[in-house]
Structure formats: C-alpha cells, structure tokens
C-alpha cells in the first residue's frame, strides 16, 4: 500500500483539482511531508496513509470547496 500511495497520490490530487497545500491541510499533515511522499523520498507511515485514506473519503467536491470557502475568507 506504501508504495501505491506513493505512485498515485500526486495523480489523484490532481485529478481532484487540489493542490499540495490543500490536500495536506485536509489530511492534517505538513505540506512538505507531502510533497516528499509523493515524490516518494518518504514513506507514509500508517498516520499518514490514514490521514490520505480519510481526506480521500471526504469526497474532491466536498474537499474543494472546503478549501475554497476557507480561502475566500
């Protein structure tokens, strides 16, 4: 699962139209522990594959303006 996470995680931010620091601060965890996952110089213990398991969850539109709303304000 580590690796798989690592392989798609930055192609299924994508597609959901989320940035890195979107993604991260719905999961809870720092941007740059992000970014080194998906460029896969870190592995995602079991905190942060639940932490992605659980923002992956949420659903990308609920996701998105979430992090829109959040923005604007």
Known sequence: MLIML????????????????????LADIPRPNLSAIERGKRYADERYAAAMQDARAAGAGSMQSASVDSAKQ
Not at 14 to 21: M, S, V
């Open 6 to 25: 690592s392989d798609r995680l930055s192609s299924w931010r994508d597609a959901k139209g989320l940035t890195q620091w979107q993604l991260a601060q």
